[in-house]
């Protein structure tokens, strides 16, 4: 009897494989555009260029990036929101679209969009010059106690993540901070000395940690990075945020659950090939695979910790 059910499981497993290709032998015939909301170079284009590459590996057709910056994100995602739901408009997702939600800079939430796949979640940092005076996440908190509204932390901008993550570090450890939104300029505003910390993805500061130019005294993340294992997250030390930079793949809503399936698929054997792999390894990446709707939820979830923040600090922007 079980060899029965056994059997009669392969061939299930068989036919909707099947029939799951013949649905996408029509897709791609052309290439697919992949929208990322930041510069070149940034953590999230990194990601986003390397799977990718490796997506075109899978797909048989050109994965072509476009950087269409600008407000914070806000333009790019606009633009995925309306673009053609055909799956050849794809863009790459962070949780700065749910910062640009909440704040009311794009007049709708995040059901606004699919979601296909998750690839990253991504530490966000409390990162210092490497000689600055305090050695430790706990001398920083005692100093800025001691001194309200002197230490200034660096963030992406107003209502980003990396401000958010700030000011919910702020609150958990209860002091007053100055928050600076250096922008791009953020990693040279941290050596220069016109921030004394930022809040920071470590694909932009790691190899200045590993020069010797900066110190990361803390990190927001489920557990400590496996790069830098001697920083302790801030959970293990009672501050306890829930915030998870994510990034992966999202599309305009209404995109064909024949392709969203497939598609969630190929960008699961992508970041499987060795092109993003090695680019994990190098660049500090890591790897956590979320599809459909069980990514929707973990954004929802998100979204609810976002609202609440922006909403409590008056972050919301002023019609």
Not at 154 to 181: D, M, Q, R
């Amino acid at each position: 009897m079980a060899s029965k059910k056994m059997t009669l499981l392969v061939m299930v497993t068989i036919y909707l494989t099947i029939v799951s290709n013949a649905f996408c032998q029509d897709y791609p015939k052309k290439p697919v555009q992949l929208f990322i909301p930041f510069e070149v170079g940034q953590s999230a284009d990194i990601s986003a260029r390397g799977v990718a590459a490796a997506m075109e590996k899978f797909l048989k057709q050109p994965v072509v990036c476009v950087n269409k910056t600008g407000a914070g994100g806000a333009i790019c995602f606009d633009f995925v929101r309306n673009s053609k739901p055909d799956g050849y408009n794809l863009g790459f997702m962070t949780l700065s679209a749910l910062t640009q939600t909440n704040t009311g800079r794009l007049p709708y939430n995040y059901k606004a969009w699919d979601y296909i796949a998750r690839i990253n979640t991504v530490p966000t940092t409390i990162t210092i010059k490497a000689d600055a005076k305090w050695e430790n996440i706990k001398e920083l908190i005692d100093y800025a106690k001691n001194n309200p509204g002197k230490l200034k932390i660096g963030n992406a901008g107003k209502g980003s993540f990396t401000h958010l993550v700030a000011i919910a570090f702020e609150e958990s450890a209860n002091i007053e901070v100055a928050h600076v939104p250096t922008g791009i300029r953020r990693r040279h505003a941290l050596l220069s000395g016109e921030v004394d910390a930022i809040s920071v993805h470590p694909p932009e500061i790691v190899s200045l940690v590993k020069g010797g130019e900066m110190r990361i005294l803390g990190v927001v993340f489920p557990q400590r990075m496996k790069e830098f294992p001697e920083v302790p997250n801030l959970k293990e030390l009672g501050y306890d945020i829930k915030l998870i930079q994510s990034w992966g793949v999202f599309g305009p809503k209404g995109i064909p659950d024949h392709i969203k399936k497939y598609l969630a698929e190929v960008i699961q054997n992508a970041i499987k090939d060795k092109i993003y792999q090695e680019l994990a390894i190098k660049s500090t990446l890591y790897i956590d695979y979320m599809a459909l709707d069980e990514f929707e939820k973990f954004i929802k979830s998100q979204d609810e910790i976002i609202k609440s923040l922006i909403d409590k600090f008056g972050l919301k922007e002023r019609k």
